[in-house]
């Protein structure tokens, strides 16, 4: 994709991109920068490298996607370490010898495989726990390794340092680790190596491209949330400059359709207890009795996201949740897996939700960076979301969304979601400045040039090559 579309968002700051194109080009002429992450498709990871990656190619620079793959057993050990990074025990099963033996055999062919086509010139940003086992395998290429960690949590505790504990060996020798935000740095780490980058989300995707009301309401008939199936595909643009097409339906837990004047309230996110959808459903149910506002609760086909074992079982338990409500109370709740077979079609989906919407949620117990957030508030919708990881450097509260000091108290969360319904000015003039603070902080180029900056300075590090 040509970065040259930026231009039409930024402005006048356009000209730092295009120096920043000009000094990318000279700086990686002949090195390959490879990204290795461990799954293609659902969750921040995978919908950041597929623009990101498509912008540096625009640039005329060959950047490259591995994707790891392993059995169940090695995912389950890796959900664990993402877990007890977040601070929280998951499954509970901990991480001992018998862990660090999955996980070794199941990386070691994948960094081998690796080793063989990486050269001395490259660059190779290892992404997650999932992947920081390969580092000592690619040393002996020579290239620059970045260890990019996209999980972290604001106040270290006891689960956080085991779990730094079991991949500090693994890491130790990366020349340069990421981290979204200054709080997520590991006790002990290098700080020398250590650099900042803040995500971004990509304006022009399927994601978060204009749809008009006509288009919106299409797509949200077409997946079966909507009252009416129009018949009629919802039409967007693709990466590719085709135009794509929401042919399919979502898989819909609903006893009616969404009404067409119904006041909505959405939260999009895999199916993960962390992003807690039981907590959204039941502070909506408890605090939200009057009036008649409708809760959708997205995520992707449980099936598709290939490093989270753990997606079917919330799912369920929120159905039985659901489930065990009044007829009432149920009617207000919609619960939608989009699928997953066409990433774009999906990313359409969501798109087309979140505009739905009048209040856009992420109520997180914990959170890397919340790429949701940033999507809602480009597209001016007023966010209610908790005080944790990286939605607090895209929220200022109280201007442009509202954040939530304590995201298990329901009752705080009941109180914002209900004070935005009843002020539609608020709701208004929070969407204008979200969308102020994505444009002025969280674009895919701001994103670039944090990189550039950070190569840059690891190649000067290095000496000429
Ligand atoms: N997402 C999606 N389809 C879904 C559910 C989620 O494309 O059905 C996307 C969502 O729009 C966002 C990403 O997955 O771009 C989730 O990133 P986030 O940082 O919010 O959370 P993570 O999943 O990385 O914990």
Avoid at 384 to 396: F, L, N, P
């Amino acid at each position: 994709m040509d970065p040259e579309r930026f231009r039409s968002v930024v402005g006048e700051r356009f000209d730092e991109i295009e120096l920043g194109m000009e000094t990318g080009r000279r700086l990686f002429q002949g090195r390959s920068i490879w990204h290795i992450n461990s799954t293609a498709r659902g969750g921040g990871v995978a919908e950041l490298l597929q623009s990101l990656l498509a912008y540096v190619r625009g640039v005329g620079l060959d950047a490259r996607w591995g994707v790891i793959q392993g059995e169940p057993e090695f995912f389950e050990v890796t959900k664990r370490i993402h877990n007890m990074l977040h601070g929280v025990p998951g499954d509970g099963a901990g991480l001992g010898e018998a862990e660090r033996e999955i996980y070794e055999r199941t990386l070691a062919p994948a960094a081998d495989a690796l080793a063989q086509i990486v050269t001395g010139r490259d660059i190779v940003f290892l992404h997650d726990p999932q992947t920081a086992g390969m580092i000592e395998a690619l040393l002996p290429t020579g290239a620059v390794i970045v260890w990019r960690c996209h999980v972290g949590l604001d106040h270290a505790n006891s689960l956080a340092r085991q779990a730094w504990d079991f991949l500090r060996p693994y890491i130790e020798r990366a020349d340069a680790y990421v981290f979204s935000r200054p709080d997520f740095i590991w006790e002990g780490i290098d700080r020398e190596r250590a650099f900042i980058v803040a995500p971004s989300i990509d304006v022009f995707s399927a994601k978060n491209q204009e749809l008009g009301p006509e288009v919106v309401e299409t797509i949200v008939g077409r997946i079966g949330l909507g009252a009416v199936d129009p018949g009629d595909d919802g039409e967007f643009l693709r990466h590719d400059g085709s135009t794509g097409r929401v042919v399919r339906h979502a898989e819909i837990y609903q006893d009616v359709p969404l009404p067409d004047d119904a006041a909505v309230v959405t939260q999009v996110s895999r199916w993960d207890r962390l992003k807690d959808p039981i907590g959204v459903l039941r502070g909506f149910v408890d605090q939200l009795d009057g009036g008649n506002p409708h809760l959708v609760l997205a995520g992707p086909a449980t099936s598709a996201v290939a490093d989270d074992p753990e997606g079917a079982g919330v799912l369920k338990e929120l159905l039985d949740v659901r489930n065990r409500l009044s007829a009432e109370q149920r009617a207000r709740i919609h619960v939608a897996c989009l699928p997953m077979d066409d990433v774009e079609e999906n990313a359409a989906m969501v798109n087309a939700i979140q505009r739905r919407s009048q209040i856009v949620v992420q109520k997180s117990l914990a959170e890397g960076f919340g790429l949701t957030v940033g999507e809602a508030m480009w597209k001016g919708k007023p966010v209610v979301a908790s005080a944790r990881g990286g939605i607090q450097d895209q929220i200022t509260d109280g201007v442009s969304g509202i954040l939530l000091s304590d995201p298990s108290d329901l009752a705080e969360y009941g109180a914002s979601v209900r004070r935005l319904l009843d002020d539609e000015p608020l709701r208004i003039r929070m969407g204008i400045a979200a969308r102020r603070e994505v444009e002025a902080n969280f674009l895919g180029s701001r994103h670039l040039l944090d990189y550039l900056q950070m190569l840059r300075a690891l190649l000067e590090r290095r000496g000429p090559s």
